[in-house]
């Protein structure tokens, strides 16, 4: 016979790999012809990758083309913490790149601020 508490821990388990089966993807065009797709589950402990077309961007000379490519870059990858803050139900996803921790909301948390 099933006790309360595990009908509870079946419950969980089973909304978790519910959640875990929306794969979040955003993809962006960038500067200089490159693209950039984020890739990402539904949780929080599912695995991250972010892939650059054609290749990675390790060779641009021009200081500021790599600034313009960076602006854009990171533009792109906010709006996928975004979604990434949506899907996974939190009211924020917290950005560690860069020298700041970057709080990024969803757009739902800012309507109803």
């Given at each position: 016979?099933?006790?309360?508490?595990?009908?509870?821990?079946?419950?969980?388990?089973?909304?978790?790999?519910?959640?875990?089966?929306?794969?979040?993807?955003?993809?962006?065009?960038?500067?200089?012809?490159?693209?950039?797709?984020?890739?990402?589950?539904?949780?929080?402990?599912?695995?991250?990758?972010?892939?650059?077309?054609p290749?990675?961007?390790?060779?641009?000379?021009?200081?500021?083309?790599?600034?313009?490519l960076?602006?854009?870059?990171?533009?792109?990858?906010?709006?996928?913490?975004?979604?990434?803050?949506?899907?996974?139900?939190?009211?924020a996803?917290?950005?560690?790149?860069?020298?700041?921790?970057?709080?990024?909301?969803?757009?739902?948390?800012?309507?109803?601020?």
């Amino acid at each position: 016979m099933t006790t309360p508490d595990e009908i509870i821990v079946d419950a969980i388990l089973a909304a978790e790999r519910d959640r875990q089966l929306k794969a979040i993807v955003h993809a962006a065009d960038l500067p200089l012809g490159y693209r950039a797709i984020f890739r990402g589950g539904g949780t929080l402990d599912s695995k991250w990758s972010i892939e650059w077309q054609p290749k990675v961007p390790d060779d641009i000379k021009s200081p500021r083309m790599r600034r313009k490519l960076m602006r854009a870059y990171k533009s792109a990858r906010k709006v996928f913490l975004e979604q990434v803050a949506e899907v996974v139900g939190s009211m924020a996803v917290v950005d560690l790149d860069g020298s700041e921790p970057t709080i990024v909301k969803p757009s739902w948390s800012r309507a109803a601020a």
